[in-house]
């Protein structure tokens, strides 16, 4: 079946302009996680949704950053007047529903602040 | 804190040299250790999960263990198709986020 998929694959934009990633998981999962991967770090996890449940925010950096998923399916990440320290790759994952179940992520998103 | 720890941060191999990645962490109650395979450009692509000390788990050329305080993962007789980035990650202890190490960066020379 069809993996995670995530959209742009790519965007550039420039300082203070707002953006919003969006990541479609596989079927019948029904979690979905956002990560964060600056150049030389590790994945940085950004925020948590599980069902119904309300989502677990407590990885974002800043008020700048939010998402939302609609219908248990479809997330989209939004920041807010982008910054320089925001370019990184952001990345999707599903899974099952539960942290000790596989997680399976998405191509991801570069995204450049100029 | 939760932490995880690889080492090292980049290998480099001959093709058929054999050689082991580690990943030591500190979590409370472990529930489950995962290896990922990250290639340029792409998302983690999952390996292996672990989820007791003593537990093993093969596939292809890879081999990864698991202590009660660190994970190894052994590659035998690499080629240059393995060259990645080679990510672990283990559940936060009380929540259902995933801690990850920073990752080692292996080069299999041909």
């Known amino acids: 079946g069809a993996g995670v998929s995530q959209s742009p694959s790519n965007k550039v934009t420039e300082k203070g302009k707002d953006v919003e990633l969006r990541c479609d998981p596989i079927?019948?999962?029904?979690?979905l996680y956002w990560y964060r991967q600056s150049l030389g770090q590790g994945l940085e996890f950004l925020i948590y949704f599980q069902g119904n449940s309300a989502p677990d925010k407590s990885g974002l950096p800043s008020d700048r950053f939010s998402a939302e998923r609609t219908g248990g399916s479809v997330s989209t990440l939004t920041i807010q007047r982008t910054q320089q320290e925001d370019s990184a790759v952001y990345l999707c994952?599903?899974?099952?529903?539960?942290?000790?179940?596989?997680?399976?992520f998405g191509p991801g998103t570069r995204l450049t602040v100029l | 804190e939760d932490q995880v720890t690889q080492s090292p941060e980049a290998l480099r191999l001959q093709e058929g040299e054999s050689s082991s990645l580690n990943c030591s962490y500190t979590v409370s109650g472990l529930r489950g250790l995962f290896w990922y395979r990250q290639d340029p450009g792409k998302g983690p692509e999952f390996l292996f999960t672990?989820?007791?000390a003593g537990e093993e788990k093969e596939k292809e050329r890879l081999k990864a263990t698991l202590t009660k305080k660190e994970s190894f993962l052994h590659i035998t007789a690499p080629k240059p198709e393995d060259s990645a980035t080679y990510l672990c990650a283990v559940p936060q202890g009380g929540s259902e986020k995933l801690v990850f190490g920073k990752g080692t960066k292996l080069t299999v020379n041909p």
């Open positions: 994952a599903s899974n099952r529903g539960r942290v000790t179940d596989t997680q399976y």
């Open positions: 672990l989820y007791s």
């Open positions: 079927s019948g999962h029904t979690a």
